[in-house]
């Protein structure tokens, strides 16, 4: 079991959901139940499948969430150009949050490209 509050990844993809929050607060209403709430989720789920995956029962399997964690983060940074493209978020704001999606996303690649030698 990995103590995933201790992990850079996880804290920065906290900070990452917070931001996105923020950030949706100002879209539209009629996106309330669109793109606000899917970029919301995808944004949780990127922290919330690191802690999944720390509490299963070995590498492969917090392996296995750290994918589905990057696959979010690559949801989120898709979400946030079409946020930017329809004119939601303004383009630095967009910029900075796709750039800290992306971050994130190699961190996770690394983690388990470590993970895996371990193995």
Aim: positive net charge; proline residues 3%; aromatic residues 10%.
């Amino acid at each position: 079991m990995h103590q995933f509050q201790k992990l850079n990844v996880w804290e920065k993809a906290m900070e990452l959901t917070t931001a996105v929050y923020e950030s949706t607060k100002c879209f539209p209403r009629e996106e309330t139940y669109g793109l606000t709430q899917q970029l919301r989720r995808a944004a949780v789920s990127i922290p919330s499948n690191i802690a999944e995956g720390a509490y299963r029962n070995s590498d492969k399997e917090f392996n296995h969430f750290l994918g589905i964690s990057a696959g979010s983060a690559g949801e989120v940074y898709t979400q946030l150009e079409l946020a930017k493209r329809l004119g939601y978020l303004p383009g630095e704001r967009a910029e900075y949050l796709m750039a800290e999606s992306d971050s994130i996303k190699r961190m996770l690649y690394n983690f388990q490209r470590h993970l895996k030698a371990k193995q």
